[in-house]
């Protein structure tokens, strides 16, 4: 049950699962971080009575949790649960890494920090002499993205020209997937920006500025850029008025849930769900895809 933020899908999923009896695998980069529950939507302590929810809670936000890390819980679920799983949630990465066959390359913080001290014009330079055809398939003006492919070449030997041409790739390209299972998907379509604005209204409502100054001094490098929170840090920091960060985290929500979609409709094997205003029109139609 996916699709891009505020778009309904997690009361749908959360209703499907319950009716069958499944538990839910969240696919949300940011509700893996434990007390950050109103700005990523996170289920309430309610609903996770109603169903047994994953992929949520599991590190402080000081720490970070690599999608590497996200697929070894999820595939665990997926391969140890007598139940069914609903897998719910907009991060399409997330997804795919649970249900395809997408490995990951190792990281090692010693050689990163040796490559970071690299200018990024050395370390373009290091990229293009292991491997000329780099630039087809990177972005050689991304320093962060330069640096990790020059990390994984170092500790595997493996270029990106290699990469992008290998069996794997293909299969990925192919949406090959390793497990069976039906997928659906919502989306407000014109009525995506009434919906961010409604969604994040109910946050500010529900205390997320508290929240957000309350975690600031604990957010790592990844939780800090969460959107909302990203947004409102200066606001908690005095630096912006709260109408200029809200502006910000409205702006920023819808940009996701854009590339959300933009992402999810690439993806030849999931079903478009006709939209509905009326949340039993869009549970109907999604349990009767599911089920078909």
């Known amino acids: ?20 009896g ?8 940011m509700q893996v971080y434990r007390r950050m529950n109103i700005g990523t939507a996170k289920p309430d302590l309610e609903e996770r009575a ?12 000081s720490d970070s949790f690599s999608v590497a890390d996200f697929q070894a819980v999820g595939r665990a679920v997926l391969t140890e649960s007598e139940a069914p799983v609903v897998i719910a949630g907009g991060s399409g990465l997330h997804f795919r890494a649970l249900v395809d066959p997408m490995r990951f390359r190792p990281h090692d913080a010693d050689v990163r920090a040796q490559i970071e001290e690299f200018s990024h014009q050395e370390s373009v330079e290091r990229l293009l002499a292991l491997d000329a055809e780099a630039g087809r398939n990177l972005d050689l003006a991304n320093p962060r993205r330069v640096t990790r492919a020059l990390e994984i070449a170092v500790l595997t030997g493996e270029t990106p020209t290699a990469r992008a041409s290998g069996p794997e790739q293909e299969r990925l390209s192919r949406y090959e997937p390793l497990f069976d299972f039906k997928a659906v998907a919502l989306d407000p379509d014109r009525g995506l920006a009434v919906r961010v604005d409604q969604r994040l209204s109910e946050m500010l409502e529900s205390g997320l500025l508290a929240e957000v100054a309350e975690l600031a001094p604990e957010l790592g490098r990844t939780a800090r850029q969460a959107v909302g929170y990203k947004e409102l840090l200066p606001v908690v920091a005095g630096e912006v008025t709260t109408e200029e960060g809200t502006e910000a985290a409205r702006r920023a929500t ?15 094997r999931l079903v478009w769900l006709p939209w509905s205003d009326r949340a039993d029109e869009r549970y109907r139609s999604a349990a009767e895809a599911l089920r078909s």
């Open 1 to 20: 049950m996916l699709g891009p933020t505020a778009s309904g899908k997690s009361e749908v999923a959360l209703r499907f699962a319950e009716e069958i």
């Open 22 to 29: 499944a538990e839910i695998i969240s696919v949300d980069s």
């Open 50 to 61: 109603r169903v047994r929810h994953h992929g949520i809670d599991l590190v402080e936000p």
């Open 254 to 268: 819808l940009a996701l849930a854009k590339r959300q979609r933009t992402y999810f409709r690439r993806d030849p």
